[in-house]
């Protein structure tokens, strides 16, 4: 295992409260990302870091946001959850070397 | 638009046959090619993996091959298990850290 852990793994909440989804690393590695998982559209990025405090935008962005104020630690944020945001979210980190990412286990959200 | 797109859908072989999956991609500036395998409550895994500089690469029964003219490449799993059965995503990658995935294949393998 890659030493990712994601919290909450499962969690139901109602359209228009805040969630943050925690995401946990214990490589010590620069990069670190959001993904979400839906059906027919695979995995597609929704922020990503390159350090502390340093984050940037994928392809997925819009009402999402992120921050990093430690190495270990990579924070989502929905500020006012949507139903179009229910999904499976996963976190990943890359190595330096190969680019290969390593993925945590997920954290499914559903928004009523 | 989707930057990678993967065929088919879903697929069913029998154990031991050879199971095909097939991706294409737009951007010509990827340039790591890799595939990810994915179970039920899992996370994806790097299963293999290429760059454009070899048309082929093998890993036991997986193999990638690799079209750079036509934009393309596929997995192929030799003597299919069942074990195999799983979701996989083909993903195209350049040097601005932004992996895009294909949509996935369900591959199931019947024993």
């Known amino acids: 295992d890659a030493g990712i852990t994601q919290s909450p793994r499962h969690k139901v909440t109602e359209t228009g409260t805040p969630v943050t989804l925690r995401c946990h690393q214990t490589?010590?590695?620069?990069?670190m990302y959001w993904y979400r998982q839906d059906p027919g559209h695979g995995l597609r990025l929704i922020h990503y870091?390159?350090?502390?405090?340093?984050?940037d935008k994928g392809e997925v962005s819009d009402g999402y946001s992120v921050s990093r104020s430690k190495t270990e630690d990579f924070l989502l944020t929905l500020e006012s959850a949507t139903s179009s945001q229910t999904s499976v979210y996963f976190c990943a980190i890359s190595q330096p070397s190969t680019g290969e990412l390593f993925f945590g286990e997920g954290s499914r959200l559903t928004v009523l | 638009q989707q930057q990678v797109k993967q065929s088919p859908q879903s697929l069913i072989v029998q154990k031991g046959g050879i199971s095909i999956i097939n991706c294409a991609y737009e951007?010509?500036?990827?340039?790591?090619f890799p595939w990810y395998q994915q179970f039920p409550g899992k996370g994806p895994a790097l299963l293999i993996a290429?760059?454009?500089?070899?048309s082929e690469k093998k890993e036991g029964r997986f193999t990638i091959s690799f079209n750079k003219s036509a934009k393309q490449f596929s997995l192929h799993i030799m003597d299919s298990q069942p074990g195999d059965s799983a979701t996989y995503f083909c993903a195209a990658s350049g040097n601005n850290n932004d992996m895009r995935f294909g949509a996935g294949t369900r591959l199931t393998v019947k024993p």
């Open positions: 951007n010509t500036a990827f340039d790591y």
């Open positions: 870091s390159y350090g502390v405090k340093d984050t």
């Open positions: 290429i760059r454009p500089d070899v």
């Open positions: 490589e010590n590695h620069r990069y």
